[in-house]
């Protein structure tokens, strides 16, 4: 099982811009980071194909969020701009380490600690 650590959220004002960085302990095939708001559903932001880099939106976060990885593949990043008060949530970083994609929570197999990301207007 990977160990993911999560690190860089924090508090913002709107248009403001946070970091967010995900280690992981070993091989992973995809890397997402997924958010979720008191009494929402956890919802995929962005995640990232480890071997082609290719990177997957949501529509809600297109142009103002952008996932990437180190060239060893084991931490990937989600920088943030543009803030809205709307982004409010707890980030979680998932992955997993064989074949599949990380488009929906039952897709993960490794999760992090979660990082709490506030935006004030």
């Known amino acids: 099982q990977v160990e993911l650590v999560e690190s860089g959220g924090g508090s913002v004002q709107a248009g403001g811009s946070l970091r967010l960085s995900c280690t992981a302990s070993?091989?992973?095939?995809?890397t997402a980071w997924f958010r979720q708001a008191p009494g929402k559903v956890r919802e995929r932001v962005a995640s990232i194909d480890s071997g082609s880099g290719r990177a997957v939106y949501a529509d809600s976060v297109k142009g103002r969020f952008t996932i990437s990885q180190d060239s060893a593949k084991t931490t990937v990043y989600l920088e943030m701009n543009s803030l809205k008060p709307e982004d409010t949530a707890m980030y979680y970083c998932?992955?997993?380490?064989?074949?599949?994609?990380?488009?929906?929570?039952?897709?993960?197999?490794?999760w992090g600690q979660g990082t709490q990301v506030t935006v004030s207007s």
């Open positions: 998932g992955a997993r380490s064989f074949t599949g994609v990380c488009a929906l929570p039952s897709n993960i197999r490794s």
């Open positions: 070993g091989y992973t095939t995809c």
